[in-house]
C-alpha cells in the first residue's frame, strides 16, 4: 500500500533527535511557554526572514489571531477564495466579520487578482466595508502576491497569508512568511512541516500587529500574568510540540528539495500517458512547498469511478475540495463576487490529489502512473 502521506520514513530518520528533544522537555518539565517554544520562533523567524514569529495552537488560531492583530471589526469584511479549506473562512464570522467569496485561477487554484475589483465592488454595494484580503497559498504554491499587493495597497487594504499549506514556498526569491502584512501557518501533522499533534504560527514584520497577537494568545494578558488588556484566547503552543518542530525544521528544506524531485517524477511519468490530465503548474518565480500534487482530470474521466478503481489497485487518492466553501450552510448567507465563481465550481468537479511526500519513489510513481492507465481504460 503506497501511503497517502509518509510520516513514518520521515520519523524514522530522525527519531532519536526527536526522542532526546522530548526528554529534555520532560526533564525541565516547563510543558506550557518552555523554552523550546521561543527557540522555535527565533528559528522560524531567520528561516522565513520575517521579524516577529508567534507560535500558537493551530494554523486555524493562528489566522484567527492574526485578524485580532490587525484589528478586524464586527461588520468589516474580508475577501477570501471559495476554494480553499473551511479555516480560511470560518474565522471571519467567529470575530463577526463578513467573509466574500472570490474566485480563483485554474491553473494555481490560488486567489484570481484579476477579479479584485469586481468583488470589491460587490462588497460595497452591499453595504459592507472591505479592510483586508485573504491570499491562500493552496496546494503549496503562494497565491500572486504582486498584483494583490498592488491592488491592497491602491484601495488601502491589508493582507493576510493563509499559508497552512505553503509555508517553505517562496516568490521572487522572498520566503512565505514575508510576503504581506500577516501570514499564518499550520503545523498539523500532514502538513509540509508538521508536528505531532495541532499548532500553528504567525509572522509579521509589524511589531503593533506582533503585540496583538502575542497577548491575545494568552488571554489578552497586559503586563504582568494576570492583568488583562484585551479580551484573549488560549492558544498557545504545547512546549512538546516546539522541541518536535525543531527537529523537523532542521531537515525541511532538504525535504521540500525532494518533494519538487518528486514533483519532476511525476510531470515526466504523467506527461506521457495522453489522458488530458492537467499537472501543476507553477508561475514563473514562484517555489512551491508541494503540499499536494492535485491534477485536473478531464471531463470524460469520472473521479468517483477512477478513485475507486485506483483503490483497489492500493493507490490511495483525496479531493480537495469537492464543495465550494459558499455552498456550504454556514457560508450560504455571506456574499459572492459578481465576478462569479466559475473555476472554483469547475475544479470542485475535476480535481484529484495523488500521494505526495518527500520519501516517494520514482517506482511508487511509476505505479502509480501505470495504474491511472490501466483503471482509466477500464472505467472509459
Ligand atoms: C490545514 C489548513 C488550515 C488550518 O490549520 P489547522 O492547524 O488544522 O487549524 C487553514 N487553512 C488551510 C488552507 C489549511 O489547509
Keep these: 500500500m503506497i501511503p497517502f502521506i509518509d510520516l513514518k520514513t520521515q520519523q524514522k530518520h530522525i527519531r532519536s533527535k526527536i526522542d532526546s528533544r522530548i526528554k529534555r522537555v520532560l526533564d525541565h518539565g516547563q510543558y506550557i511557554l518552555g523554552p523550546e517554544v521561543k527557540e522555535l520562533e527565533n528559528e522560524l ?141 499550520s503545523f498539523f501533522p500532514a502538513k509540509p512541516l508538521g508536528c505531532y499533534g495541532d499548532g500553528g504560527a504567525i509572522f509579521t514584520n509589524d511589531e503593533e500587529i506582533y503585540e496583538i497577537a502575542n497577548s491575545s494568545h494568552v488571554h489578552g494578558m497586559g503586563k504582568s500574568r494576570y492583568e488583562y488588556d484585551r479580551i484573549g484566547m488560549n492558544a498557545r503552543m504545547s512546549t512538546i510540540q516546539a522541541a518536535i518542530l525543531l527537529e523537523k525544521l532542521e531537515i525541511f528544506p532538504g525535504e521540500i528539495k525532494k518533494r519538487q524531485e518528486v514533483v519532476d517524477n511525476y510531470n515526466k511519468h504523467l506527461s506521457k500517458l495522453n489522458l488530458g490530465l492537467k499537472l501543476p503548474y507553477l508561475k514563473d518565480k514562484f517555489k512551491s512547498s508541494w503540499a499536494q500534487y492535485t491534477v485536473i482530470l478531464p471531463d470524460d474521466i469520472n473521479r468517483e469511478l477512477l478513485q475507486e478503481k485506483l483503490k483497489l489497485k492500493n493507490v490511495p487518492t483525496a479531493v480537495y475540495y469537492p464543495i465550494p466553501l459558499n455552498e456550504h450552510k454556514p457560508y450560504n448567507d455571506y456574499p459572492v463576487s459578481k465576478a462569479g465563481l466559475e473555476t472554483t465550481y469547475k475544479l470542485s468537479k475535476t480535481v484529484l490529489s495523488l500521494p505526495m511526500h518527500p ?13 491511472i492507465s490501466e483503471a482509466v481504460t477500464l472505467i472509459k
Design 45 to 185: 523567524s531567520r528561516f522565513s526572514n520575517s521579524k516577529h514569529v508567534l507560535c500558537c495552537s493551530s494554523g486555524t488560531d493562528a489566522l484567527l489571531l492574526g485578524l485580532l492583530g490587525l484589528k478586524l471589526q464586527p461588520g468589516d469584511g474580508v475577501i477570501v477564495p471559495s476554494f480553499t479549506f473551511a479555516s480560511s473562512a470560518e474565522v471571519m464570522p467567529l470575530l463577526g466579520a463578513v467573509p466574500i467569496f472570490i474566485d480563483v485561477e485554474e491553473t494555481t487554484f490560488n486567489l484570481d487578482p484579476t477579479k479584485l475589483k469586481d468583488t470589491l465592488d460587490t462588497a460595497n454595494e452591499m453595504g459592507v466595508k472591505v479592510k483586508g484580503i485573504m491570499s491562500v497559498g493552496l496546494f503549496g504554491q503562494p497565491a500572486d502576491m504582486k498584483p494583490i499587493k498592488d491592488f491592497a495597497i491602491k484601495n488601502d487594504l491589508w493582507v493576510l497569508d493563509d499559508a497552512a499549506q505553503s509555508f517553505g514556498g517562496e516568490y521572487d526569491n522572498q520566503k512565505v512568511g514575508n510576503l504581506c502584512e500577516v501570514t499564518a501557518t
Design 359 to 371: 520519501y516517494l519513489q520514482e517506482k511508487d510513481i511509476i505505479y502509480i502512473t501505470q495504474s
